[in-house]
């Protein structure tokens, strides 16, 4: 018999990685992997590895070949402005971190972003109705989010071409990288993002405004301040995990739905299904697809022994259809299953998402309108995937109104 290895470069993973996962599960759950990283694939363990509060920081990672060619190309920078991000930062440096966005990135301030949020869905359903259609990816899935965070941040609308461009080669610090010429493109996009918003910020400090960015600059925590490095650290954090996951949310969400009719007329029928609607697509097409950690000391799971300074992947995509917590029809979407919110798409422990509730009522509001508006809603044509391995999504969703 062939080992399973988890294998996120075999054919047709980033179309549909969910039969992979459910031979890892049940073959080898908790995987030594050759490549030198280890990988946990069922529910209780992922939710273990998680909630152990192991490292985030790879610069307790034992030396590895790969990893160091990796790590020069890249001028033997760290991503994300230095790593000076929380979502980069063990504690005490990440509570700190933490708490200060959290006393700004408040839920009052979320909740309050409702009718932005509610009037930019409509217009873009507008565009979409007057056409008959379109691609759901570039009139709704990316544009709402991507507007909603720079509205919230305070960014100045003039080179939000050149962002999306930069943020979309930012995030691929977040996919397994083998190739030391992506590594150089990251960390130029890298640099070229901390330097726009480190321009926006000195621009924003003679000129404060009602936004977050002002918020930001001004954060002050029981004596507690960001350093400028750290503030550009962690608005850039804001703004890639801002829009880059939230648009997987919207298409895969959509896509799942437009792939099982009943559901999706079973949301039609009860509007109220909503919220846990988006839970169970968030669960269903998670739209990051795993979290990793670093071990800073021999770490027990299952009975395995993890050795110290080694790569551990929580594979949340798979933990999410782990049929051994959701039962036998976990692979099955059911919008009005009770315990969806218990998927781990946000992560879990302290480092789960700070967003999660921008992304839930951004989701809630475009599928929701989406699906309320276009009665005859249907895919006119085959899904293109983004070709992503970590935030996975549909990156063309062909739809007819
Ligand atoms: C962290 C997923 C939307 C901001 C995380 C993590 C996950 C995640 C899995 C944990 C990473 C880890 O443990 O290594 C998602 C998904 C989203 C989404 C699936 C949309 C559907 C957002 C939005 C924002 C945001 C809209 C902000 C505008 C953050 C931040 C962290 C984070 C700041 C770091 C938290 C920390 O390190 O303490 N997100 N996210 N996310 N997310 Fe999100």
Redesign the pocket.
């Known amino acids: 018999m062939t080992e399973t290895y988890y294998n996120p470069f075999a054919p047709g993973f980033t179309d549909d990685p969910y039969p992979h996962y459910a031979e890892l599960r049940d073959a080898a759950p908790i995987q030594d992997h050759p490549l030198g990283f280890w990988v946990v694939s069922r529910h209780a363990d992922v939710t273990a590895v ?1 909630r152990a509060g192991l490292s ?1 920081e790879t610069r307790h990672l034992g030396p590895n070949p790969v990893l160091m060619r990796i790590r020069e190309a890249a001028g033997n920078r760290s991503w994300r402005g230095g790593g000076l ?5 063990d504690a005490p440096d ?1 509570t700190r ?2 708490g200060l ?1 959290a006393k700004v ?1 408040t839920p009052r301030a979320i909740a309050a972003l409702e009718p932005e949020i509610v009037a930019l869905v409509d217009t873009a359903l507008d565009g979409l109705a007057s056409a008959g259609g379109g691609d759901l990816v570039e009139a709704l899935a990316f544009p709402l ?1 991507f507007a ?2 720079n509205n ?1 941040l305070g960014m100045p609308p003039t080179d939000a071409g050149r962002v999306r461009e930069l943020t979309g080669t930012v995030v691929r610090s977040l996919e397994p990288m083998a190739d030391p010429q992506v590594a150089a493109e990251v960390m130029a996009a890298d640099i070229e993002l901390g330097e726009l918003v480190a321009d926006v910020i000195a621009w924003k400090r003679a000129h404060p405004a009602d936004d977050l960015l002002t918020a930001l600059i001004r954060a002050e925590n029981e004596g507690e301040v960001l350093s400028d490095e750290e503030l550009v650290a ?1 608005v850039v ?3 890639v ?3 880059e ?2 648009v ?2 919207i298409s895969n969400g959509v896509v799942a739905l437009l792939r099982n009719p009943d559901q999706l007329a079973a949301l039609r029928a009860d509007p109220d299904l909503v919220p846990n609607a988006v839970e169970e697509l ?1 669960r269903y097409d ?3 697809q795993s ?3 670093v071990t800073t000391a021999e770490f027990e799971l299952g009975g395995h022994t993890i050795p110290a300074g080694t790569f551990v992947i ?1 594979n ?1 995509g798979s933990a999410n259809t782990d049929e051994r917590f959701w039962g036998p029809d976990a692979a099955e979407l059911r919008l009005d299953r009770s315990n969806a919110r218990a998927h ?13 509730a ?3 009522l ?2 809630r509001v475009a599928i929701g309108r989406l699906v309320d508006r276009f009665p005859d809603l249907a895919l006119a044509g085959p899904v293109r995937w983004n070709g992503r391995i970590n935030l996975r999504g549909a990156a063309e969703v062909p739809i007819t109104t």
Do not use: K, W
């Open positions: 998680l985030v991000s929380m979502l980069d930062r990440h971190l933490r966005v990135f989010p909603v965070i919230m962690q954090l804001l703004y995990a801002g829009h996951t939230t997987n949310l968030l998670s739209p990051v979290s990793r950690r929580a949340l781990v798409s946000f992560g879990a422990g302290p480092h789960h998402c700070l967003g999660a921008l992304a839930r951004e989701g």
